[in-house]
């Protein structure tokens, strides 16, 4: 305060107060200042990242828990299904479901002229474009499990074609259906005039949960419960067999493993693995598992092989993490009254560090669970995962999908319909690491100790 | 399921052996558990050890054998004849194979019968048809030599599955008997079981080499087929991707450089997106944030490295892509082809990867020592001078590690660059042109309807194996260089 009221000494120098910062000084904190910017920039691209990636699965995938249906009533006609009139379920078994498409078309036709809704579609024919290709086999399931509906006219929620959901989606715009040969801006003014007659609605759609995949033409009936059965399976066999070997491999190297040259070779190896690309693993899972002892392709089996082979070293080194905080002293403790050495650590090291191990274990089950790209090379994708497996040994043998692998197969079908099966796989998929990620950082929270 | 049945039943001995064990040790010592050198358990466990073990083992060992020895006879079998051109004896098996396994499901699905298949009664012709019919996969038209190959396939395999159950069962019992013999007062039963149990956790540990050789031994052997069928040198200087699957061999074409351009292109753009971001939140994260911030933006970034990659690939595809395109595409700029491009995959490789250097940055920064910050500061810099020219520098070992261990991840994804990189190998400078990379290569060239033993699907072993060395290298070096760089500061 008082230097700053004296006059200057010096003449060379300005009349500035030291209060006033002087040129460099305020250049050095413009440079403090930008870097300071820089360090929030790279953390608000980074958080930016997650919100744009998070929005757009959520935004491209919610789409698919929602599935237009179609009310109609169809006269199931004695003179089409049943000819010969004496209800036979093996003659009614052989009209197949190309004989009950007309019946639909007639019902949707009929039920437009009920509701006298104009429309330049003079034909019951020109329905096919709002009907998926699945409603007829849904009817004809129908009517073979029950024969007696023949004759009656019965209601059925059957699912519109792809189209008319992309269009109520906002996915299939009117401007796209000008080059589209399947459907035409007519079909989409009855869809319009359909609506507030309830015969066209968007409702929950149960069916993508729980459902099996289908064929190209029908992204409309593709669901994701099929690839979620063999999911699990996979995670089964990979819980089974890395969990048991996993802590093995650890409890011997933490605990026992003398300081020599095999077990630095397998430190050496574990921490390579750790690092070793997914694909590499599933070159393995090939040549060893399918070309070399033939077990059968496609197989969530070989799949979960795959997978605890990759996720063997992220157990152990979490496992090896959570033998390591147990304190000295409860070893020395059980050594102390009398305890084996194998006595100390499976009756005291073990349970103390089960919580850490847990945990290590869930979030090792969560990476095997995204992992996708050993199953290509395993065969799990190219082919339609349609049937739920009936028993375990099924479950492991069949072939069958995995859900990153259905993502994958619904991603390579270059249709906007399938896109939207894609993305909303990816909602459940992630759901479930959620889940898990959930329960570990619990398990942790609730379990661990500090000593 | 006659391998779950088996199980079942050496479960079933090895817990009687356990009990009768167990029994007999405090027998001996006339009910007084106390007169025994180990607790009865123990006892017990010796039986159990000793049916399950070796039981369990000759099992596997013989599931593995059995096939390799059944394969040799048979191919013994096959005459020159139906090794027919362009074919050899693998392709000719696995036919038998199949064609055994068609007969298998036929006759237990009730479409063939058993007898009329063993006295040669079933018509040749007609037995093609009627595998069809029973919903088995049958490529070519059975000929007789195949068909009495594989009966004698389905016969030996029916053989040796029974050899392999009574001789499974006879171990079981052998050892369970000769544990129970054993048990008597004086009996060291501990020892043995703890002897045991150590041998147990000592193959759990092995698993990982076991696992490592098996790499190797499975890319090593098929890159020395495709070598035999492929010149070496081709493959290593060809300037071009081409593989034909309509001709075997000589017409394709398959260097390995335009697929490792792609591959290191794509994982530069990848850091260059990744580094300066991972590496200057680590920066705030360790230098400047309040714990406050801390504890919400690090796990917030940390999410980005538990989504799987499938979902970067689909994010890279549908809606990185289509934006590039409108930016740079044909009503853009017109640098852009279609939306698979080098930027589509390298950009979301690098929000990947940003999670992956910054937490590793955050760990090698905070490694760095207080007193070297208090030193610097004690002499006027400010906070960004210090880091810029102590802690950084002190850090830069480390952060090279770190950056490296990102690269070697870049260079082995998979699902970003096949979804999102690409078909088409090409040696391009353009960025916002399509190019492929080894691992993408991998993918097709495997998940083709190509038999394994043409040329074109071996090739991917070759791209395995130079992509595992690659890898394996940069990990080494890196975590070398981190593990020197850690010790300095110990």
């Known amino acids: ?219 409309e009936s593709a ?70 002892m033939h077990l059968p392709q496609s197989a969530p089996l070989v799949g979960g092989l795959v997978l605890t082979l990759m996720t063997l070293p992220t157990i152990i080194i979490s496992t090896r993490a959570s033998l390591k905080a147990v304190p000295p002293s409860i070893r020395d403790a059980a050594l102390g009254v009398g305890a084996s050495k194998m006595q100390s650590v499976f009756h005291h090291v073990l349970p103390l560090a089960a919580p850490g191990i847990l945990t290590g274990t869930i ?61 909303g796989g990816i909602i459940i998929l992630l759901g479930f690491l959620i889940s898990m990620n959930t329960i570990a950082v619990i398990l942790r929270r609730r379990f661990e100790r500090r000593w | 399921m006659p391998v779950l049945w088996l199980s079942a039943v050496i479960t079933v001995l090895a817990l009687f052996g356990f009990y009768f064990g167990r029994r007999r040790a405090l027998q001996s010592a006339g009910g007084d558990s106390r007169l025994l050198h180990s607790l009865p358990s123990y006892y017990g466990s010796n039986a159990l050890m000793k049916s399950v073990v070796p039981a369990f083992g000759l099992m596997i060992l013989w599931l593995l054998a059995q096939p390799l020895f059944i394969e040799n006879r048979i191919a013994g079998m096959i005459p020159e004849s139906e090794i027919s051109e362009g074919s050899n004896v693998g392709l000719v098996m696995s036919e038998v194979r199949r064609t055994a396994d068609g007969l298998s499901n036929a006759v237990a699905g009730g479409f063939l019968d058993e007898e009329e298949l063993q006295s040669g009664g079933a018509v040749l012709s007609d037995l093609t048809q009627r595998l069809r019919d029973a919903g088995q996969v049958v490529t070519n038209e059975i000929s007789q030599p195949i068909l009495d190959a594989a009966q004698t396939y389905r016969s030996m395999s029916g053989t040796s599955q029974l050899l392999m159950t009574v001789a499974v069962i006879l171990v079981a019992l052998v050892g369970a008997g000769w544990g129970v013999s054993e048990s008597g007062r004086d009996f060291r039963a501990r020892n043995v079981v703890e ?49 034909s699957f309509s001709g075997r061999g000589g017409a394709s074409s398959l260097g390995i450089i335009p697929l490792l351009w792609g591959t290191l292109y794509i994982s530069f753009v990848a850091l260059l997106v990744a580094v300066p971001i991972g590496l200057f939140a680590a920066i705030y994260l360790s230098e400047y944030a309040s714990p406050r911030v801390r504890g919400i933006a690090k796990p917030l970034l940390e999410i980005l490295a538990g989504i799987p990659t499938i979902v970067y690939g689909l994010f890279a595809l ?118 492929t990379t080894v691992t993408a290569k991998i993918v097709s060239q495997l998940t083709g309807d190509s038999d394994f033993a043409s040329p074109e699907a071996l090739v991917a072993f070759a791209l395995g194996i130079t992509l595992f060395v690659l890898t394996l290298a940069l990990n080494v070096f890196a975590l070398y260089i981190v593990r020197k760089y850690r010790e300095q500061y110990e």
């Open chain 2, 195 to 243: 002897k045991g149990i150590l041998a147990i956790l000592i193959a759990a540990a092995s698993v990982a080499i076991l696992t490592t050789l098996g790499i190797i031994l499975s890319l090593v052997f098929n890159t020395i087929e495709f070598f035999s069928l492929y010149p070496a040198i081709e493959f290593f200087t060809l300037l071009e991707w081409a593989p």
């Open chain 1, 363 to 423: 979030i090792g089950l969560a990476q095997a669970l995204g992992e996708t790209a050993p199953l290509l090379l395993i065969g799990m994708v190219g082919f339609i995962a349609s049937n739920a497996p009936d028993g375990i040994a099924s479950g492991l043998l069949d072939p069958n999908s995995a859900m990153p692998a259905q993502i994958y197969e619904w991603a390579k079908r270059a249709d906007p319909a399938f896109y939207e099966r894609a993305w």
């Open chain 1, 223 to 292: 669901g994701i419960g099929v690839a979620m059965i063999g999911s699990f399976f996979m995670m089964l066999v990979v819980l089974v067999l890395s969990l048991p070997i996993g802590v093995a491999a650890s409890i011997y190297l933490e605990e026992f493993a003398p300081k020599n040259r095999w077990t630095d070779l397998i430190e050496v190896n574990i921490a390579n693995l750790a690092a070793v690309p997914s694909i590499v693993f599933g070159i393995l899972g090939l040549a060893v598992f399918i070309q070399f």
């Open chain 1, 1 to 219: 305060m008082t230097d700053a009221s004296l006059p200057s000494s010096s003449e060379n120098r300005e009349r500035v107060s030291l209060m006033a910062p002087d040129a460099r000084t305020q250049k050095r904190k413009a440079a403090e200042r930008r870097f300071r910017m820089y360090g929030i920039a790279g953390i608000a691209t980074g958080i930016f990242f997650l919100i744009v990636l998070l929005v757009s699965i959520v935004s491209s995938g919610a789409g698919a828990f929602q599935q237009t249906f179609i009310t109609v009533s169809v006269y199931l006609d004695p003179a089409k299904l049943d000819k010969n009139g004496n209800r036979n379920l093996e003659e009614i078994s052989k009209v197949s479901t190309f004989g009950y498409t007309p019946l639909i078309q007639q019902a949707l036709f009929d039920k437009v002229q009920e509701n006298g809704i104009e429309t330049p579609l003079e034909k019951s024919k020109d329905m096919k474009a709002l009907i998926s290709a699945s409603a007829a086999a849904q009817i004809r399931d129908v009517v073979i499990s029950n024969p007696d509906l023949i004759g009656e006219t019965v209601d059925f929620r059957i699912l519109a074609s792809s189209r008319v959901d992309g269009y109520l989606k906002g996915r299939v715009q009117r401007e796209d259906v000008a080059r589209d040969k399947n459907i035409d801006a007519e079909h989409l003014d009855l869809v319009d005039a359909l609506q507030p007659f309830g015969i066209i609605e968007k409702t929950f759609n149960m069916d993508f949960i729980t459902g099996a995949d289908a064929s190209e033409s029908r992204a």
């Open chain 2, 318 to 435: 549908l809606t990185i892509g289509p934006l590039l395109v409108s930016v740079f595409g044909k009503d853009g700029l017109g640098w852009m082809g279609g939306g698979r491009a080098v930027m589509t995959a390298g950009i979301a490789m690098g929000i990947m990867l940003i999670p992956f250097v910054s937490s590793l940055s955050d760990d090698i920064i905070n490694a760095v020592p207080q007193s070297l910050r208090d030193g610097s500061y004690g002499l006027g810099a400010t906070r960004s001078e210090t880091i810029k020219q102590v802690v950084l520098p002190a850090a830069l070992p480390g952060i090279v590690g770190a950056i490296l261990l990102a690269a070697s991840r870049a260079i082995g994804e998979t699902m970003i660059v096949v979804l999102g990189a690409g078909a088409a190998a090409r040696l391009s400078l353009n960025p916002f042109e399509a190019m």
